[in-house]
């Protein structure tokens, strides 16, 4: 597939791997922030935009979640992207020459066995890749970068030790966007991503998601934010197993929209292979 996909973070990202594993004939585009994402999407300046929404370790990636609803795009596909960790130094460092190694906040726990076991000391930086660009342009065999192996190709590094995160079963999980939607695609497992805000009547979170219950869909998402930061409006976030057009999925939906102000669908596109 050609075109252009952005994503957070700089070459060599997890973000970035998650572009080369889902589209990996597009041309990449590394921004600052979600939001510079969305923008280059919205504009037209990119086809595609990549943007990570939880983590099986840490849980949501919160700004995105406040982000999807009004961004005015459309999830057309998601990637799991399995989070190795590896550690990185400059070419000829040995193990035994690192003292420190700079990751992100997040994946520094996740490697804290290896680290305490080696002696070497977790440095915090705004970014996985950005740690592996500073470490090369450094070349100090004492500083090593947590990153991926698609990092280490990008700067010339070496892999020092390969997958040393705690939990190897970490996975992200990305949401791939565009300005437009195509609700006629199918597979044989799809997904559908909805927002809604249930009326002000008695249990109408309940009866709202009763639908789902009866027609026997699988609810694998289901989060609440508030709106316009007040207490007394809330919208949910949610993710099903189903197309709108499966009778079963129209009928919950239209109950759904029997108990809510509004519904707003996202996306409808096919389940990753990854998915459990």
Do not use: W
């Not at 597939?1 to 970035?16: K, N, P």
């Amino acid at each position: 597939m050609t075109g252009r996909i952005a994503f957070q973070g700089e070459l060599g990202a997890y973000s970035h791997q998650a572009c080369a594993q889902s589209r990996p004939g597009m041309e990449v585009v590394p921004c600052q922030t979600f939001e510079d994402v969305v923008e280059m999407t919205l504009s037209g300046e990119v086809d595609l935009g990549m943007l990570a929404v939880e983590n099986s370790t840490y849980g949501r990636v919160a700004d995105v979640h406040s982000l999807l609803p009004k961004a005015g795009l459309h999830i057309v596909d998601e990637a799991f992207v399995r989070g190795h960790v590896n550690l990185l130094g400059v070419p000829g460092a040995r193990l035994a020459d690192v003292r420190e190694a700079h990751g992100h906040v997040v994946i520094l726990p996740q490697c804290a066995g290896f680290l305490k076991s080696h002696g070497i000391k977790g440095r915090v930086s705004s970014d996985n890749a950005r740690a592996a660009r500073e470490v090369a342009e450094a070349g100090d065999p004492s500083r090593a970068a947590l990153a991926s192996e698609l990092a280490a190709s990008i700067y010339g590094l070496d892999v020092l030790a390969r997958h040393i995160e705690d939990h190897k079963n970490n996975t992200t999980r990305f949401l791939v966007m565009s300005r437009t939607a195509d609700h006629s695609r199918r597979a044989a497992q799809m997904m559908t991503t909805f927002t809604f805000r249930v009326r002000n009547i008695p249990a109408a979170l309940y009866k709202a998601l009763g639908g789902f219950a009866t027609n026997g869909i699988n609810m694998t998402k289901l989060e609440s934010y508030m709106v316009g930061g007040t207490f007394t409006a809330t919208e949910f976030y949610a993710d099903i197993e189903g197309h709108p057009e499966d009778d079963n999925v129209a009928l919950a939906l239209e109950e759904l929209d029997y108990f809510t102000t509004h519904v707003n669908i996202l996306g409808v596109y096919p389940s990753d292979r990854m998915r459990g």
